[in-house]
């Protein structure tokens, strides 16, 4: 029962979502048997249940949360409680006691833990802020889940492929493919020089970082401007990439580098594609995009979501397409 609440716990996803009604009826059973049998010993099992499930979980003392989202979790959790007027596990006051008396706004990021299924989790270090360090790349956006959803639904298409994926952030997408989909390799790339530090990171804490089982994972860095301007080598069967339209200063070099990574250079029955989630913030930047691909001979198709695996808001549409060249 309480698998839906760890899962959106470790997404950290904002404490005011969390499904707290289902916190509430387990809290509202326990007070209940209480009433009955003349103590308190259900509601602190019930309590200690809740904490073994978030706080306490073994994910959280490897991959801990940011302290800030505890304490507000801790908080939220003995308001919840106080309304039963019973008493307050000990636990839970001297974990939310201790974050009291700490300096918490200096905190800038923290793990946050996506859980796919009981064998698999990708754990990613990511800063609390969505700017920070002069980049959007040190959090995981929206459009990453669906690409990632997109990846684990279609992973016997990705199977034994050449993957790159561009703009890779945190890693989500990069995890997900490696993880789930069991590709020949794939190259994470990103530009900024702190984000590559975090990618690197969060595929050594994921214990990824060298060949396994035939696939291999990699991190490089990779200038979009420069790539599709400049004689620059990199091949693969499939592109990924996600929130990557957000500027339309860098459209044209997005898409030069779409229209290297997707030249046929070999088996012409088996031609690269891109797949490219993107966010509906701004209809006109997504346009200007769609209008690029197709003056550079690319065209594209709309994709259908995948089933849902990954515990996170999604406040805006998404749009996902496969992109193509097209041969004359």
Avoid at 144 to 169: D, P
Avoid at 225 to 240: G, T
Wanted: charged letters at 25%; a negative charge.
């Amino acid at each position: 029962m309480l698998q839906k609440i760890t899962n959106s716990f470790f997404a950290r996803t904002p404490i005011s979502k969390l499904d707290w009604q289902l916190i509430d009826e387990s809290l509202s059973k326990s007070a209940e048997l209480d009433l009955l049998n003349g103590n308190e010993d259900q509601m602190f099992h019930c309590q200690e249940n809740i904490l073994n499930a978030t706080v306490n979980h073994p994910l959280n003392l490897k991959y801990p949360l940011p302290e800030i989202y505890i304490h507000s979790f801790l908080k939220a959790l003995i308001n919840k409680v106080e309304k039963y007027l019973c008493e307050i596990h000990y636990q839970i006051l001297e974990k939310y006691t201790a974050l009291v008396c700490k300096n918490l706004s200096g905190i800038e990021s923290g793990y946050r833990t996506f859980i796919i299924d009981e064998n698999t989790s990708i754990s990613l270090k990511e800063n609390i802020s969505i700017i920070s360090d002069g980049t959007t790349g040190l959090c995981t956006w929206q459009a990453a889940f669906y690409l990632a959803e997109w990846c684990i639904a279609n992973r016997e298409r990705i199977s034994g492929m050449a993957v790159i994926e561009l703009g890779s952030g945190a890693g989500l997408v990069g995890l997900t493919c490696y993880k789930m989909c069991q590709p020949r390799f794939i190259s994470l790339t990103d530009f900024h020089p702190k984000v590559i530090e975090t990618l690197r990171h969060n595929l050594k804490e994921n214990q990824v970082i060298t060949t396994r089982s035939g696939s291999s994972i990699n991190v490089q860095s990779l200038d979009w401007m420069e790539f599709s301007r400049n004689e620059i080598e990199l091949e693969a069967d499939l592109v990924l990439a996600s929130d990557v339209v957000y500027d339309e200063e860098l459209i044209p070099f997005l898409v030069g580098t779409l229209v290297k990574l997707l030249q046929p250079k070999r088996n012409l029955n088996k031609l690269p594609s891109a797949i490219i989630a993107c966010t509906e913030r701004n209809e006109e930047t997504l346009e200007r995009f769609l209008s690029e691909l197709a003056c550079r001979s690319l065209k594209y198709e709309h994709l259908e979501h995948a089933p849902v695996a990954f515990a996170c808001e999604r406040n805006y549409p998404v749009r996902i397409y496969e992109i193509k060249p097209i041969l004359s």
